[in-house]
């Protein structure tokens, strides 16, 4: 009988309880986790700002990256995966919230815009009004020359959700540029790296 890693093992058992929030059996692998961070820059103070971290799959990606440097806030809905991360990772400001209220969240510690966005939420899971508030939360919350990164999976780019995600994408940002796939994932993925925030009106 094979055994689940316990990141692997969390991971499935927070999919069972609920899984239009966690959306997806199994954490992002290390390509892809690779992909994802690779705009936290290499040298300076960066404020970046983790959306959905799950067991931590990008968390461990960031904070390699900025090795001591900057801040790193995470965002998380599920307070079993925020408890675990926190513990693991105390150099991380874990917060057990909805990634809706990012701006709030910065507010409270005294910051206005992040330099670097990351996002692992299953947007595909999303509603359309979930969808925007997310990214009205996303929008407001960037700096103008800062970057925000997700990803979808390769098989659900045609479902709905996910064509929605893309116009919704290229309307808010001036820049938005997609990946290769990812096939070392389990599943295949791709990345949007995003610039220039454009200011919806309400
Ligand atoms: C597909 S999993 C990705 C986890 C991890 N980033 C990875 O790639 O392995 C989605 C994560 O987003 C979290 N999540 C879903 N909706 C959220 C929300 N509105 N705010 C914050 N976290 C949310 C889920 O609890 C879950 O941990």
Redesign the pocket.
Same mark, same amino acid.
């Given at each position: 009988m094979t055994t689940l890693a316990p990141e692997r093992s969390a991971?499935l058992h927070?999919?069972l309880r609920?899984p239009f929030?966690?959306?997806?059996v #199994?954490? !992002?692998g290390r390509s @892809? !986790?690779e992909a994802?961070t690779m705009t936290v820059p290499g040298a300076g103070e960066p404020l970046v700002v983790?959306?959905?971290?799950?067991?931590?799959?990008? #968390?461990a990606a960031i904070q390699a990256r900025l090795a001591g440097r900057g801040r790193h806030v995470a965002?998380? @809905?599920?307070a079993r995966?925020a408890g675990r991360l926190a513990a693991r990772y105390p150099g991380v400001d874990v917060t057990v919230? +909805?990634?809706? +209220?990012l701006r709030d969240i910065l507010a409270q510690r005294g910051h206005r815009r992040a330099d670097v966005i990351? !996002?692992?939420?299953?947007w595909a899971?999303?509603a359309p009004g979930?969808q925007d508030d @997310?990214l009205d939360a996303v929008t407001g919350s960037l700096a103008p020359d800062g970057s925000f990164t997700t990803?979808a999976y390769t098989h659900t780019r045609w479902a709905p959700p996910a064509r929605r995600l893309r116009r919704t994408l290229r309307a808010r940002f001036e820049e938005v540029v997609r990946s290769r796939t990812v096939w070392a994932n389990v599943p295949p993925a791709f990345v949007y790296y995003c610039r220039r925030p454009v200011e919806v009106q309400p």
């Open positions: 991971f927070e999919f609920d929030t966690v959306a997806a #199994t954490p !992002s @892809l !986790s994802v983790e959306l959905g971290p799950g067991t931590g799959a990008f #968390t965002i998380e @809905l599920n995966f919230a +909805d990634a809706r +209220d990351v !996002s692992g939420l299953p899971a999303f979930r @997310l990803f």
